[in-house]
């Protein structure tokens, strides 16, 4: 009888293993940018249905009023001087629309008379502490909770928002408002740019560009490290990018940076420099223009662009490189000009 000088083989090779490894790599490399992209997709269609939802309240409120929500209402704070800017009380865009999304007990629950009665100083989920989930974008920044921000010493809570409302050519800072885009400060303490209008509710005869062609709302990002860096420095009134979003300010100018945007800076615009670096600002008045532009620029962490709602109710997803020109275009409701299928 002959034994078999071949023994049987059990497992891989060395060899054999690595290249088992090298293949499952190769796969997983090819795998996950496909995952990552498969995720985005759906986050950016969670985002566009939040802004859906946003237009259809706004459509809705017209509906039921004949004109659009005021952007932010100033009034002057009873016992505050006139010259006070902490004086100016209001209720924003977003309140007004909560009976139209789902949120009127909410809104029942809110001080109609005393916007400023409104700040919570707790975490509650009352008055500006409340957080709404379809005012968050997936892809932003934005944790899901109430925002603290430091008042003398007291700490008070906001629920933030990443959406803004379109405020014109200029929206902010309140001495530079255009009041040519679809919201605005309305009231007595309202205030404005040299020769701009007097702050209004519009009505749809007055979006003379067609609706089509008028901005309702855009995302706006929370992610600026070099805006952040100046907020180090002392300015920025104390607060980070991530703090810019208050979907209920309750008072104050400043209030406007918050629920406002528009063209005057391009899509996805960052500043382009940290605090002290060589061509930055070197004073806070210098800096008070860029402070500007990137609280009232649209934008967002999607990749190449932002999505928006149109006054049609409509929503679209427009890319970064949209010259400012054009979406300036889209921002004012009467400009008289046609905006180019290109």
């Given at each position: 009888?002959?034994?078999?000088?071949?023994?049987?083989?059990?497992?891989?090779?060395?060899?054999?293993?690595?290249?088992?490894?090298?293949?499952?790599?190769?796969?997983?490399?090819?795998?996950?940018?496909?995952?990552?992209?498969?995720?985005?997709?759906?986050?950016?269609?969670?985002?566009?249905?939040n802004m859906r939802q946003l237009g259809l309240a706004a459509m809705n409120y017209e509906g039921a009023r004949q004109k659009f929500p005021p952007g932010y209402t100033q009034e002057r704070v009873s016992g505050q001087s006139p010259g006070s800017l902490n004086g100016f009380s209001g209720h924003s865009v977003f309140y007004f629309l909560l009976p139209y999304m789902e949120q009127g007990n909410l809104y029942d629950n809110f001080n109609k008379d005393?916007?400023?009665?409104?700040?919570?100083?707790?975490?509650?989920?009352?008055?500006?502490?409340?957080?709404?989930?379809?005012?968050y974008c997936p892809s932003d920044l934005l944790t899901q909770t109430a925002e603290p921000y430091t008042s003398g010493s007291t700490t008070q809570y906001f629920g933030m928002t990443s959406y803004k409302a379109n405020?014109?050519?200029?929206?902010?800072?309140?001495?530079?408002?255009?009041?040519?885009?679809?919201?605005?400060?309305?009231?007595?303490?309202?205030?404005?740019?040299?020769?701009?209008?007097?702050?209004?509710?519009?009505?749809?005869?007055?979006?003379?560009?067609?609706?089509?062609?008028?901005?309702?709302?855009?995302?706006?990002s929370h992610f600026d490290a070099n805006f952040d860096s100046f907020t180090e420095a002392g300015w920025n009134s104390g607060s980070r990018i991530a703090a810019w979003g208050r979907w209920y300010p309750a008072g104050g100018d400043i209030g406007?940076?918050?629920?406002?945007?528009?063209?005057?800076?391009?899509?996805?615009?960052?500043?382009?420099?940290?605090?002290?670096?060589?061509?930055?600002?070197?004073?806070?008045?210098a800096w008070y223009i860029?402070?500007?532009?990137?609280?009232?620029?649209?934008?967002?962490?999607?990749?190449?662009?932002?999505?928006?709602?149109?006054?049609?109710?409509?929503?679209?997803?427009?890319?970064?490189?949209m010259p400012q020109t054009v979406l300036a275009l889209y921002c004012q409701r009467r400009d008289g000009q046609v905006i180019s299928a290109e």
């Open positions: 009888m002959f034994r078999n000088a071949r023994l049987k083989k059990n497992g891989f090779t060395l060899v054999e293993l690595l290249v088992v490894i090298a293949i499952i790599g190769i796969l997983m490399g090819l795998l996950l940018p496909a995952v990552q992209m498969a995720r985005e997709a759906a986050r950016r269609a969670s985002c566009q249905n005393v916007p400023k009665a409104n700040i919570s100083t707790a975490i509650n989920g009352n008055g500006t502490s409340a957080v709404i989930k379809g005012l405020g014109g050519s200029r929206p902010i800072y309140a001495t530079s408002a255009t009041n040519d885009g679809m919201f605005m400060a309305t009231g007595s303490r309202a205030r404005r740019a040299a020769g701009a209008p007097k702050g209004t509710e519009i009505r749809i005869a007055e979006i003379v560009d067609g609706t089509s062609n008028t901005m309702f709302f855009g995302e706006t406007l940076g918050n629920i406002l945007a528009g063209s005057f800076a391009p899509i996805n615009y960052r500043i382009p420099w940290a605090h002290g670096d060589a061509g930055a600002p070197g004073s806070q008045g860029y402070q500007d532009q990137r609280l009232s620029s649209f934008g967002s962490l999607h990749p190449q662009g932002a999505n928006f709602t149109l006054a049609d109710g409509s929503t679209r997803f427009i890319a970064d490189e």
